[in-house]
């Protein structure tokens, strides 16, 4: 897989910020220098790309993490049912390990919690 | 918007071969994140300012999850690709806007891109080898210039839709990448008839199936497994349109989009047109490869609430795509102080062609037929336009309906099914009058 993804890393980077939350200021900033010296903040967060702090976070990049980027997971709105569902698929079909049911659990709250039927990132209209 | 030829593919060739290991590990490694880091320390900003050419003075105002117009519109994204939304980067899938699909041949450059794996390390034409082998009387194993020497070279504007295109309409929603509307696309493919291919290798009287390979490699990382494998029923297969073909648009294939060999079964699910093609074999039972079985690919086979649970065994295989159309001009969200204004766009149906098309300015209320071209060959998608004259000032919709030749219609609401396929409910804009 090694010659494909060369002509990636410029746009991963710069969509990994685009999806950082930027709190409002009034005030423009106008020098590279300056829009350099924000970007730790959004480095951090970029760690988990785009995942909001809570509990599990760091076990649903860890597992899910694995095989695909988190734009999977945050382009989705499902129910409790349905990341169930997701994450059986995951194990049956798709080289997922076995989970042990505490962190089954935290995932699964998580996932249902920030990515439910009403948080979707990309509905559409009809 | 500028207008991007397709001719990045060799530069893309070039950048594998001088630093392909680092770009694997940035966006393939199992923890890309500490890499990107790496990548991003104290340049985040100052790499999209570079991109886009320049500071953003207000970048404190743009909000969360809006991507600069600038940056939308930047061939760099994917080399060779311009202006698609990435919907997701590992794997790599990415869709077209509906108004950057206008052209009647999708260029290169504006063909989507869907990724079931890892993308193969190998892409090179020269060494390609696909085999031919299952129930056959004479199993081969064919160079891409044996493909070219031994067969009819032929090409055709053919249609591939992804299976999944409508997704993010779906309420409740269906899991999967949330494709809008463009994961479809017509571009002009050139290579030999699966059904010659098939016919020189002699299928046997007990095949029943196709059952096809690429050389891209599981998520996972797993050897050998394979990330997706489906095939066609043997009439299907025989159909002359589908072609395996090694040039797009008269030039090589984009490594997104299969190079340097892929199949082309236009008016099926686009899972049926196996990209970076190794292998085809032929089986006497309905292939059960990767992606074919469970309820991958297929539907419920009777009609179901929205949000029911259905069993298993009641999922049916998805065949021909359903009719459909796109508005591809003008964009969605315009204002114009004209009252006149031409619409238009493309419209498809699967296995049949397309008998009319409609459009409506008054939320369906009352229609009027487009001006409709006849394909340029079978499996082309159809241009589409009408003159539309808004009466008064205001908010209007422009809608449109696609109506194949046996008389089947695009519907204005969803056939919900669970896994969200087959989304062919009607295209609307929005266009102010001022």
Redo the contacts between chains.
Sequence with gaps: MKPVIRWLVLPAVAWMWISVPHPAAAEPAGTIIQLAAETNAADEEDEYQGLPPGAGRDETLGICGACHSMKLVTQQGLSRQSWTDVLEYMVDEQEMPELEPEDHKLITDYLTKFYGPDRRARGMAK | MTKKTDDKGTD??E??????????E???G?????D??G???????????A?IGT??????????????EA?AANP?????KDGLT???????NAETPAHLLNDAVTPTSRHFIRNNG??????EADSWKLRLDGLVNNPMNLSIADLKSKFEVVTEQLVIECGGNGR??F???A?G??W??GAVACSEWTGVRLADVLKAAGVKQNAIYTAHEGAD????G?EG?LPISRGVPIDKAMNPHNLIAFAMNGKEIH??NGAPLRLVVPGWPGSCSQKWLKRIWLRDIVHDG?KMT?TAYRVPQHPVAAGEKVPKDDFGIIEAMPVKSLITTPQTGMTVADKSMTVGGHAWAGDNAVAQVDVSIDFGATWMKADLNSPHNPYAWQQWSADLKFPIAGYYEVWARATDDKGVSQPF??AWNPKGYLNN?MHRISVRVS
């Design positions: 893309l060739f950048l594998y071969a001088k630093d392909p290991e680092h770009a694997d940035v966006v393939f199992r923890k890309p994140h500490k990107r880091r990548f991003l320390k104290g340049a985040g900003l100052a790499s999209m300012g991109l500071a953003i003075p207000f970048h404190r105002n743009m909000p969360a999850g809006f991507v600069p940056l760099m994204k994917i080399t060779g990435i919907l997701n980067d590992r794997p790599v890892v993308v193969p390390e190998n892409m993010a309409a309420n409740p929603p899991r990448n949330q809008t509307l490699t599981h998520l996972s797993k497994k490594p997104m990767p469970g609401a969803i409910s």
